[in-house]
């Protein structure tokens, strides 16, 4: 199969629901949503004011690259440029932006049937208000504070980069 050339500023932002997210109409760009032609690769439009819990996805790793706007990742700001990379089953966010961003993100993995790998992260074990608790699982499981900080300190080790 021939590899995939997408213009970004061809493709629409459309209107995107993620679960307990709040502050307006967050959009998304599908630059490649096909995992036989490559990373499914998209552009995140997050609205000004806009909050997304923290959560984790549990099919495979997540990246995001700020490309403009102003970001907080779990409270701290995120400087244009920065790569976010979390792996599957890693805690993170909120992602919160006062004035707005975009985000390119890329993943692994896709949305099947409309099944959205988006598992809201608690420290109580429940869901926030208006988010849908993933299929199956009934109520959110409570994050294991020791297992992020193991999967931190791994992720930070060069020999678990990819490079030595």
């Given at each position: 199969m021939p590899s995939l050339q997408m213009a970004a500023d061809q493709?629409?932002?459309v209107p995107f629901v993620i679960p307990g997210a709040t502050g307006g109409t967050f959009r998304i760009?599908?630059?490649?949503?096909?995992?036989?032609?490559?990373v499914v690769t998209t552009i995140v439009h997050i609205p000004a004011g806009g909050h997304i819990?923290?959560?984790r996805h549990q099919a495979?790793?997540?990246?995001?690259?700020?490309?403009e706007g102003d970001l907080r990742e779990a409270g701290q700001e995120v400087a244009h440029g920065?790569?976010?990379?979390h792996a599957a089953g890693v805690v993170h966010g909120p992602h919160e932006s006062r004035g707005g961003a975009r985000l390119l993100t890329v993943q692994s993995w896709q949305s099947h049937n409309g099944d959205f790998?988006?598992?809201?992260a608690e420290e109580s074990g429940s869901a926030p208000a208006g988010s849908t608790p993933p299929q199956g699982e009934?109520?959110?499981r409570p994050v294991d504070q020791k297992a992020q900080?193991?999967?931190r300190q791994e992720a930070a080790e060069p020999e678990h980069r990819g490079y030595s």
């Open positions: 493709v629409e932002p760009q599908v630059l490649n949503e096909d995992t036989t032609r490559g819990p923290a959560h495979g790793a997540e990246m995001h690259f700020l490309l920065t790569c976010l990379t790998d988006f598992e809201p009934g109520e959110t900080q193991e999967a």
